[in-house]
């Protein structure tokens, strides 16, 4: 350990702040060709049917045609370590048939943190199994271990030792199983460039693959870093916050720099041209940030990431709407500011996408409420769900009427969003699908779908009206649907409703979803 000590005191002699412009000596490695579509990537940060998260929209194919219509030349999925495996290997074959590279990056299990020597154990056995099962799809499939040791209980100094034998396990199963296979590591922390030395070297990772190869003869492994800087606590934050840059750029690119040159000095220690590859780094949307500070913002980013070839993949794509760090709307398209310098591609085309959050009703769920605490809702997971592995079940008693509702959230912590952002948009001259598998307990059921201006609760849509009366629900679970063409001036916060009433009744929804035709 002492010559790792006596580097990082070298290191910080090395002025941080300063973009060296030097040629580094390094070992000479033909990495794959894969880590260089990963300069321009984009996350894509979306649920899956089997393991969904209520903020998100469901994935659909049309993210990647539309992330490859904007120039985009890889993605970055979210693979829950307790999913399934189908829905991700549907993301994969999605990706790759838009000529995407695709990273698929693990979420952990917080039991790690509390007994890592089982977390080892597992992680090893969770992707072992995947490289088997995977083995055979083409090297633009990478593999991120980790996502954010410290997001899962690994602290950063204390956890930093402890989450490097599970990364060791992880790596050594995909290298028993497949040597080629692209994989990305992460620092300990939240993927912290300061924690990649000592920790991203052949001391902690001591795998061996093809003859006792190790960490630094793999050209087919890269390490991966995150930061959203300057972060809140300096009071002068833009990545996740509202505060404007300033005049004093010091308090603002220095943070940015400082977080470059930890990876960039530790590559040139090691020796070794490993690719490094940010596959987390963005900062907040909203109408109140200027363009020409985002320029700024973003061409600092772009003279470290091309000066020290680092590759970058932004945090998010897709979301939702409302969602602060996305930089596509459903109904608008891409922030063409931010899309200038990423791939410098202005898209020929918007892609149908449904602007439904948690149609399909995972729990814990922030985003569907009710108008009457009279009707009593559960959430029901396992086979009996109509899509995915879970539905709502709605308990209407008489005379208790009421209507389920989505709209912008006001959420809290992470959740909540910047001023400016809504959730559900509905544009002049567009025609749109509102959509639901239902069914009732006897058979007897009824509903009505509900469009209203979010500000004020004017009406904009009653399926009544339209249709002469209450949509029957049936017994048996079958699909839904309602056209609906907006010819009024466009609304950028609207109330999508489900109104069930106030017959008595017992109705199971899922798979609610409005998208424009």
């Not at 894969?34 to 393991?51: A, I």
């Not at 495996?85 to 048939?97: H, P, R």
């Not at 509905?426 to 469009?451: H, N, P």
């Amino acid at each position: 350990m002492k010559r790792y000590i006596a580097a990082i005191t070298v290191a910080l002699c090395v002025p941080l702040l300063g973009i060296s412009q030097a040629t580094p000596e390094f070992t000479s490695r033909d990495n794959a060709s894969v880590f260089q579509k990963l300069h321009k990537g984009v996350n894509m940060d979306t649920s899956l049917p089997d393991n969904g998260v209520w903020p998100k929209i469901q994935h659909d194919v049309e993210q990647f045609r539309a992330a490859a219509d904007a120039g985009f030349e890889s993605v970055r999925v979210f693979l829950p370590f307790r999913s399934g495996k189908t829905n991700t290997e549907q993301q994969i074959k999605d990706a790759l048939s838009n000529n995407l590279a695709i990273v698929i990056c693990m979420w952990g299990s917080s039991a790690w943190a509390k007994d890592p020597a089982q977390g080892a154990q597992e992680i090893a056995k969770r992707w072992g199994e995947l490289a088997e099962r995977w083995k055979d799809y083409p090297n633009d499939l990478v593999f991120e271990i980790l996502n954010e040791p410290k997001g899962v209980g690994f602290g950063k100094a204390d956890g930093a030792p402890k989450i490097m034998p599970l990364y060791n396990a992880a790596v050594q199963a995909i290298r028993d199983v497949d040597p080629d296979r692209p994989i990305l590591i992460g620092p300990p922390g939240s993927n912290d460039s300061e924690f990649l030395d000592p920790f991203l070297t052949e001391e902690y990772l001591t795998y061996q693959f093809d003859g006792g190869k190790g960490f630094y003869d793999d050209t087919n492994t890269g390490v991966t870093i995150h930061f959203y800087n300057p972060r809140h606590e300096d009071g002068h934050n833009f990545a996740m916050w509202t505060q404007p840059l300033g005049d004093d750029e010091s308090k603002w690119k220095d943070p940015i720099t400082e977080q470059v040159m930890y990876a960039v000095n530790w590559r040139r220690r090691i020796g070794v041209d490993i690719p490094i590859i940010t596959t987390e780094w963005g900062c907040w949307q909203f109408a109140e940030r200027p363009d020409e500070e985002l320029n700024r913002w973003l061409d600092h980013h772009f003279d470290l990431f091309n000066t020290h070839n680092i590759g970058n993949m932004w945090y998010t794509g897709m979301q939702n709407n409302q969602r602060t760090y996305a930089i596509f709307n459903s109904e608008l398209g891409w922030n063409q500011t931010v899309l200038d310098k990423l791939t410098g591609v202005t898209p020929t085309e918007l892609p149908k996408i449904s602007q439904v959050i948690n149609g399909e009703f995972f729990k814990p769920d922030q985003a569907w409420q009710l108008t009457s605490d009279r009707i009593s809702r559960e959430y029901i997971y396992g086979e009996e769900a109509f899509s995915g592995v879970s539905m709502l079940r709605l308990t209407v008693p008489v005379d208790a009427e009421g209507q389920l509702y989505l709209q912008t959230y006001g959420g809290g912590g992470e959740y909540i969003g910047a001023d400016g952002r809504t959730l559900i948009h509905l544009i002049q001259g567009q025609t749109y699908r509102l959509s639901f598998i239902a069914a009732s307990e006897d058979g007897e059921g009824r509903m009505k779908i509900m469009l209203k201006d979010a500000q004020g609760m004017a009406p904009i849509y009653d399926s009544s009206e339209t249709d002469g009366g209450w949509i029957h629900i049936d017994k048996e679970p079958r699909t839904y649907a309602r056209l609906y063409t907006h010819n009024t001036e466009s609304k950028m916060d609207v109330r999508l409703e489900l109104d069930v009433g106030s017959k008595p009744q017992v109705l199971y929804l899922d798979k609610v979803d409005l998208i424009r035709q």
